[in-house]
């Protein structure tokens, strides 16, 4: 909370169930909701974690709808399921894929960059050449997760923060961190005993 509260960008790192992505919705909904900016924008790379379910039906942002469920689930959660229609209606709220960023720009935005292990390098680049002015950033993932097999975006600017000494606070959850439950405590540790 003192890296959101403190820096326009913050990378959060940490396994499953240790609140990443909860945190980072409540308080995208709670400046959204104070006024203290004008948009959400949810993204995150449309790559499976398993078997691909094939094509979505519908327009991009129905498409995308499946892959940000967790992150408006909690935003609808705070804002009423009345406000929350009524700004995704008005794109306030705004799911935008990948696939079309390029060329965009994200002025008086906080914005969400999901499952960011799963992003190449010219990705990440990408997505962090589209924020604009009075904008704030939340980048989530867990390096253990990624799907591609290639270098992974997250881990390219983490070193490059790390090298550069650039102003991004990392904030590094670990299983101790798990608050989703004690179930998922345990199998994240067994997993990690085994290396998987």
């Known amino acids: 909370?003192?890296?959101?509260?403190?820096?326009?960008?913050?990378?959060?790192?940490?396994?499953?169930?240790?609140?990443?992505?909860?945190?980072?919705?409540?308080?995208?909904?709670?400046?959204?909701?104070?006024?203290?900016?004008?948009?959400i924008i949810l993204t995150r790379p449309n790559v499976p974690s398993g078997r691909s379910l094939g094509f979505f039906p519908g327009t991009m942002e129905e498409k995308m709808a499946p892959w940000v469920i967790p992150f408006t689930d909690v935003i609808e959660q705070h804002l009423g399921p009345g406000a929350f229609e009524t700004s995704t209606k008005k794109r306030s709220i705004d799911i935008v894929p990948f696939e079309v960023m390029r060329g965009r720009t994200f002025?008086?935005?906080?914005?969400?960059?999901?499952?960011?292990?799963?992003?190449?390098?010219?990705?990440?680049?990408?997505?962090?050449?589209?924020?604009?002015?009075?904008?704030?950033v939340v980048i989530n993932g867990d390096i253990k997760q990624s799907d591609l097999k290639s270098d992974s975006g997250l881990l390219t600017v983490l070193k490059m923060v790390q090298k550069q000494s650039l102003p991004v606070p990392h904030i590094e959850f670990t299983v101790d961190d798990i608050v989703r439950s004690d179930i998922c405590a345990m199998w994240v540790k067994a997993f990690d005993k085994v290396g998987i």
């Open 1 to 39: 909370m003192e890296a959101l509260k403190g820096s326009p960008q913050v990378i959060v790192t940490g396994s499953a169930g240790t609140g990443k992505t909860y945190i980072a919705a409540s308080w995208a909904a709670r400046l959204f909701a104070a006024g203290k900016v004008e948009r």
């Open 107 to 136: 002025h008086n935005s906080f914005v969400i960059l999901d499952e960011a292990q799963n992003t190449t390098p010219s990705e990440m680049k990408m997505f962090l050449t589209r924020i604009g002015d009075e904008s704030q």
